[in-house]
């Protein structure tokens, strides 16, 4: 069973929106990543933000974790068409192994 | 160049043919993965290595076997391939000493077994 799951399924919005992508989990984690992957392709690491932190800025990303309701959003500001993609949240629990959520498809309209 | 490579890219196969899926990376890491992707289902993790003489079963290993050849390398074989196994196939890599578990994923091996 997948330990993630992502809100929305999907999501399209217009350029120079905001986009916000939920994660929850249901054990205790290490750390949390976000991924993304456009079509057909690797993953490609975006962020990660560990158990004791509660939010993160990486450019126009930004991520908050609550661990006492095991959810993570994934906040993209001033969106473009070029983050068009599936994003992937990810939780480390132990020993280095990665369980994925199911993803959110983020389409952004020109 | 790409860090982590896999081959083939693509590659449609038949019924109880034997597969061997092929990852190759230069980032010097010694953590590797083996994931597959069906869709809506995101990522499953198939097998994973943390050095060259360690191999773990991940979450769904059935039907799949691996070796670690080298740091550098790790095969993914399906013994005798079914139709449920057509899926995309992922090759990940990582070094927590340098970004805890930061996974670096290769381009992915399209499979199609009828």
């Known amino acids: 069973s997948q330990q993630g799951e992502e809100d929305p399924q999907a999501l399209s919005i217009q350029e120079g929106e905001n986009a916000t992508m939920n994660c929850s989990y249901k054990?205790?984690?290490?750390?949390l990543q976000w991924y993304r992957q456009n079509s057909g392709r690797g993953l490609v690491h975006l962020i990660l933000?560990?158990?004791?932190?509660r939010e993160k800025h990486s450019g126009r990303l930004r991520v908050t974790l609550d661990t006492s309701k095991k959810s993570s959003s994934l906040l993209i500001t001033a969106s473009r068409a070029a983050d068009t993609a599936s994003y992937f949240c990810a939780t480390e629990t132990s020993g280095s192994r990665l369980t994925f959520g199911e993803g959110t498809q983020l389409t952004v309209n020109p | 160049d790409a860090d982590v490579t896999q081959t083939p890219r693509n590659r449609i196969t038949k019924t109880g043919k034997r597969i061997m899926l092929e990852c190759s990376q230069t980032?010097?890491?010694?953590?590797m993965y083996w994931y597959r992707q069906d869709p809506g289902l995101g990522l499953r993790l198939i097998y994973y290595s943390f050095d060259v003489k360690d191999i773990n079963k991940g979450e769904i290993s059935d039907g799949y076997s691996v070796s670690r050849q080298a740091q550098a390398k790790f095969s993914l074989s399906l013994e005798s391939a079914i139709p449920n196994q057509t899926a995309l196939y992922f090759c990940?890599?990582?070094?927590?000493?340098?970004?805890?578990?930061?996974?670096?994923f290769g381009p992915g091996t399209r499979l199609t077994v009828l």
């Open positions: 980032k010097g890491h010694d953590r």
């Open positions: 933000i560990r158990s004791n932190e």
């Open positions: 054990t205790s984690i290490n750390n």
């Open positions: 990940a890599t990582s070094d927590p000493s340098v970004s805890l578990s930061e996974q670096f």
